[in-house]
Every structure is written in structure tokens, then in C-alpha cells.
């Protein structure tokens, strides 16, 4: 499948972070550097990684408003769970891993990152023979004047990480858990803390979406849908038939079909 291909000779650099830096940092370098997760280190070593996701939900916490989100360190979110890899092993074994994580961290022969692997990484190399009907996957909307607080936990309850904002049917934008993680930092840095509570409340979805939304035609091929969400940084692209919403493709379905 990858020719012969190594993990160097398609991986990307080591996007690493403190585990005693501040999640605004974290999420300052997420966005600066395009890339989500970021790698967790501690004197060199890597303990986990941290994603938009976390950062998202601690920054929303009621039970972190206390505290400035300068004061909430990477490693209170920190996620354990990773994995890794050496840069001489055969590429085919990045998919099933990527299948199940987000990041694959690679590591020298003395256990310090070198690079890591993103679907972005793969996707790059290679990619899946199929149709866009056979990856896209449902999609899930809002309406505008939705509360924000009501889409965290819809993004909580339901594991959505983005929903396509639309009332009565017309795309009007997107909003994912990275707007939810820049508005809550924004939101907390020039409110008030006695405030937050009730300001918080007001806010609502057509206040942080990123509009106007990118979407593709259901024919259209799925080399250009992949080109769009490489070449755009993003990690899915809605899919419409006829102007109406009828799914989505992620980099994750992308995965799966490799």
C-alpha cells in the first residue's frame, strides 16, 4: 500500500509543549502551528498530549472560572493515552494507529521526540479510492440564536466536536470546538469573574461561528474534497446535494477508508 514507505519519510516535526505551560499557551501554539494535538513533555520526555477538545471544556468549566486561564496548566488536561512509533518502521502501521488517534508521536532510539504523524501526514502520501457517498458520515446542526453554553453540552453529551450552524435549512456557517476554546478564552480574559456566570449565558452561537461555510457537492470527486481539507487546514467538509445539507466527510472517515 505505501510502496515501500517509511514513518520519516512522511513524518512532520515535533509539535511539543511544556507540561507546566498554561492551556492559553497551548492553545496560542495549536493555532499559530495548525496542528491539533499538541505533544506533552515533561525534561524532554513525552507524557501525553493536549487537544483543542480539552482546552475547550476546561476554559467552559464553571468549575475552573475562579481561576484565570493563565493559571490552568497543560498539565491538568493532559491525556495519558497516546502512542508511538520509530522512524525506520514501515509506514503501514500509522493507519490503524491513526485510526484510533489523533497524533502518532515518533520517537529516537533514546525515547525523545523527533516528529509526529497526523491523518494530515498520511493523507498527503496517500490516498483512499472511493467516493464521497461512501465516507460521508451525519451531520450534525445548530441554529444560530442558539445558546453557546446549550452547544457545549450538546458537543459533550453527543461527542461532536463540529456542528454546521443553519436556520431553516440555509448554511449560514460552522462552528467547532476550537471556536468554543478561542471565544471562552477571549471571554475570560475581559469579563469579570463575578460576571462570567450570566455573561456567559448570553452568548450565543452566531457570536463565535466561522462563517461563510466551505462545502462541496455530493459529485464532486474525493480528490478535491481531500486537497480542500488539506490545503484549508481543516478537519472536514460538509457535503451538499441539490443546496440542501447531506452529510459530512471527516479526516477521521478518511482514515478508515485507507
Do not use: W
Not at 24 to 45: C, F, H, Q, R, Y
Not at 194 to 208: A, C, F, G, T
Amino acid at each position: 500500500m505505501s510502496d515501500n514507505l517509511h514513518v520519516k519519510d512522511i513524518m512532520s516535526k515535533a509539535v511539543t509543549i511544556s507540561k507546566s505551560a498554561a492551556i492559553t499557551e497551548a492553545l496560542d501554539k495549536m493555532l499559530s502551528v495548525g496542528t491539533d494535538p499538541l505533544i506533552v513533555t515533561n525534561n524532554s520526555a513525552v507524557v501525553g498530549t493536549i487537544s483543542r477538545k480539552s482546552i475547550a471544556e476546561t476554559l467552559g468549566s464553571r468549575r475552573s472560572t475562579p481561576l484565570s486561564p493563565s493559571q490552568i496548566h497543560v498539565a491538568n488536561r493532559t491525556d495519558e493515552d497516546f502512542t508511538s512509533v520509530y522512524p525506520d518502521q514501515d509506514m503501514d502501521i500509522l493507519i490503524p494507529l491513526l485510526q484510533q488517534y489523533k497524533l502518532v508521536v515518533v520517537l529516537d532510539e533514546e525515547h525523545n521526540p523527533i516528529g509526529q504523524v497526523t491523518p494530515t501526514d498520511i493523507l498527503r502520501a496517500i490516498k483512499p479510492d472511493v467516493t464521497i457517498d461512501k465516507l460521508m458520515q451525519t451531520v450534525y446542526t445548530i441554529r444560530s440564536d442558539e445558546r453557546v453554553v446549550h452547544l457545549r453540552r450538546r458537543m459533550l453529551d453527543e461527542d461532536v466536536t463540529k456542528f454546521i450552524v443553519a436556520d431553516n435549512g440555509e448554511i449560514l456557517g460552522v462552528v467547532t470546538e476550537t471556536d468554543v476554546a478561542c471565544s471562552m478564552k477571549a471571554f475570560r480574559e475581559v469579563v469579570e469573574d463575578k460576571h462570567q456566570d450570566h455573561r456567559i449565558r448570553n452568548l450565543l452561537v452566531k457570536d463565535i461561528m466561522t462563517s461563510p461555510a466551505l462545502t462541496v457537492d455530493l459529485d464532486t470527486d474525493i480528490t478535491a474534497v481531500i486537497d480542500l481539507i488539506l490545503n484549508k487546514n481543516i478537519s472536514s467538509v460538509p457535503i451538499t446535494r441539490n443546496g440542501n445539507i447531506a452529510g459530512i466527510v471527516t479526516k477521521q472517515a478518511l482514515m478508515v477508508a485507507l
